[in-house]
């Protein structure tokens, strides 16, 4: 069993900045690419950034110079630092991972999602 648990969510004025941290924790024997996605009201979820276990990054063309995605693996934990909010930036955001597990081999784990709102 893998856990994922996202923190650093809220409410942010446009312009403003916001750190996301996500902690996979588990039976967990090395974790390949980790990421981030988001979903906004009455929209798909989409993908932000990832990022493999090497630190090489992708990132979705329309956060491209505002957001960097990073990661401790040490500490199975993986960064988003936001900044140039936006409004259009509003949604939950999810924390993504696929770990190796015994006997299981790879799979793909979801955090619960953490709100990030940005006002006008």
């Known amino acids: 069993q893998v856990q994922l648990v996202e923190s650093g969510g809220g409410l942010v004025q446009a312009g403003g900045s916001l750190r996301l941290s996500c902690t996979a924790s588990?039976?967990?024997?090395?974790?390949?690419?980790m990421g981030w996605y988001r979903q906004a009201p009455g929209k798909q979820r989409e993908l932000v950034a990832t990022i493999t276990s090497g630190g090489s990054t992708n990132y979705a063309d329309s956060v491209k110079g505002r957001f960097t995605i990073s990661r401790d693996n040490a500490k199975n934990t993986v960064y988003l630092q936001m900044n140039s909010l936006k409004p259009e930036d509003t949604a939950v955001y999810y924390c993504n991972a696929n770990p190796r597990v015994p006997i299981y081999g790879y799979g793909s784990y979801w955090g619960q999602g953490t709100q990030v709102t940005v006002s006008s």
């Open positions: 588990g039976s967990i024997l090395s974790i390949n690419a």
